[in-house]
């Protein structure tokens, strides 16, 4: 079973500071990663995807890299700014007997608070 | 273009009373997800359509839980006999095809009394 681990669970920062949120998952043989964002009562927001068969995804300040035999991802933010404040997740695309679907299996969660 | 949109956005209910809850996905998007997010549990998969068929339904957490899809599109997720426990966030989320980017809409919140 496919489990899916984000550290740290709560960041705080200082505008203008680059930063890295991490993502480990338990079964390497996942289809793709993806990254969300939530703000507070809204839904999900996608950031980046990266395809099991890629390394790296870049979206304006943001970077996320994936490696599949270590199980890791990582989320960079450049820059952070106020506005970058939410909870970003991450979430694995599971493999079902070999077959994959896009289920996704959700990390707990980073909070970040960026404060001018 | 429009997003997916999910109906009602807030829902409360006594215990014990049906209730539906609906998912407009994307238009021309084939796959269709159900997910629930709560305090304790996090965001888990509940159900997973491909067209109007659902290939997986192991996330479904009692058999008081059943989804359709009709016409490729509409998704209505319904609950019977609701209980205080699923009380939570139910999220819908489309894609083009399966295992491409997946894209939610705004949730319902379902609080049962």
């Known amino acids: 079973k496919q489990e899916v681990t984000q550290i740290p669970a709560a960041l705080s920062v200082p505008e203008g500071e680059n930063l890295v949120l991490n993502c480990s998952f338990t079964?390497?043989?996942?289809?793709?990663l993806q990254w969300f964002r939530q703000d507070p009562g809204k839904g999900l927001t996608s950031l980046l995807l990266?395809?099991?068969?890629?390394r790296e995804q870049t979206s304006g300040r943001l970077n996320a890299s994936l490696d599949k035999s270590s199980g890791r991802s990582t989320l960079y933010i450049a820059a952070s700014q106020p506005g970058d404040s939410a909870t970003y997740l991450c979430?694995?695309?599971?493999?079902?007997?070999?077959?994959?679907?896009?289920?996704?299996?959700f990390g707990q969660g980073t909070i970040l608070t960026v404060h001018p | 273009g429009a997003g997916v949109s999910q109906s009602p956005s807030n829902k409360v209910t006594e215990k014990g009373k049906d209730v539906e809850l609906r998912c407009d996905p994307i238009?021309?998007?084939?796959?269709l997800y159900w997910y629930r997010q709560s305090l304790g549990q996090g965001l888990e998969f509940l159900i997973y359509?491909?067209?109007?068929?659902?290939?997986?339904k192991s996330g479904l957490p009692s058999d008081r839980f059943s989804a359709e899809r009709t016409g490729g599109s509409v998704s209505t997720l319904t609950i019977q006999r609701t209980q205080q426990e699923d009380s939570a966030v139910y999220l819908c989320?489309?894609?083009?095809?399966?295992?491409?980017?997946?894209?939610f809409g705004p949730g319902t919140r379902l609080t049962v009394t």
């Open positions: 989320a489309s894609s083009r095809r399966t295992n491409y980017e997946q894209y």
């Open positions: 979430a694995a695309s599971a493999n079902a007997g070999g077959t994959s679907y896009g289920k996704l299996t």
């Open positions: 990266i395809q099991s068969s890629q």
């Open positions: 238009s021309g998007h084939t796959a």
């Open positions: 079964d390497s043989a996942i289809y793709n």
């Open positions: 359509f491909q067209g109007n068929s659902a290939p997986d």
